[in-house]
């Protein structure tokens, strides 16, 4: 009954590789979100997206795209990867004015 | 653009000693504040949350207060267990969407 998944739990690769990470939501939200948490734990936005709307943090690299084969499901995909993108990155989702539920954490470590 | 600003950490504190973390925002409009809590190994977890001003939020002994005069919710609680050692996020969700802004979060450590 896991509201939000992640898929991997943890993610080791080389630089200059191309890495996908995958997110589900079984709560019938309309909006999902990608979240980097850095090694200083700071949080931070990287995208929000519902069927209507794909909000992008400026900051983020255009190597890093969010993609969305259905409301249920977010996916990060990430090019060319670099040292440092290793981090946290957190999947999360809600409804418009709702509570905001996030999903386990998939720790990339980029070598 | 809307903020938030955490204390810095490390914070240690011995067993059943009283905790504040401190946390101020800046935002347009009504914003609705959170803390979230995330313990070793693990994803984020709301703790509690506030939608309006003077609104207390309260959860497993812990409170905070959404003080508009101050633009604060500052953390609190009586008695810290061992089992609170976390990372704490005050966070703040603007009442134009859904985007969630952090702060940088503290670590809390509990010693016997």
């Known amino acids: 009954d896991t509201a939000v998944s992640q898929t991997p739990k943890y993610l080791v690769t080389q630089m200059g590789n191309d890495k996908s990470i995958k997110c589900e939501q079984n709560l019938g939200h309309d909006t999902m979100y990608w979240y980097k948490q850095d090694s200083k734990k700071f949080l931070k936005i990287m995208f929000s997206?519902?069927?209507?709307?794909?909000?992008i943090n400026e900051t983020v690299p255009n190597r890093f795209s969010p993609k969305s084969p259905d409301k249920a499901h977010l996916n990060l995909h990430i090019n060319s990867l670099e040292l440092g993108d290793s981090a946290v990155y957190f999947c999360?989702?809600?409804?418009?004015?709702?509570?905001?539920?996030f999903g386990p954490g998939t720790r990339l470590t980029v070598t | 653009g809307d903020s938030v600003t955490q204390m810095e950490g490390p914070v240690t504190l011995s067993e059943e000693a009283f905790l504040t973390i401190n946390c101020t925002y800046t935002?347009?409009?009504?914003?609705?504040l959170f803390w979230y809590v995330q313990y070793p190994g693990e994803g984020l977890q709301l703790l509690l949350k506030?939608?309006?001003?003077?609104d207390k939020g309260s959860n497993k002994g812990f409170e905070a207060t959404y003080r508009k005069e101050t633009t604060s919710f500052h953390l609190e609680k009586g008695s810290v267990q061992v089992s609170d050692s976390a990372v704490y996020f005050c966070?703040?969700?603007?009442?134009?969407?859904?985007?969630?802004?952090f702060g940088t979060g503290t670590s809390l450590t509990v010693i016997p």
């Open positions: 935002a347009t409009g009504y914003p609705s």
């Open positions: 966070a703040l969700s603007g009442n134009t969407g859904n985007q969630f802004y």
């Open positions: 999360a989702s809600s409804l418009r004015g709702g509570r905001t539920y």
């Open positions: 506030a939608t309006k001003a003077d």
């Open positions: 997206y519902n069927n209507k709307e794909l909000i």
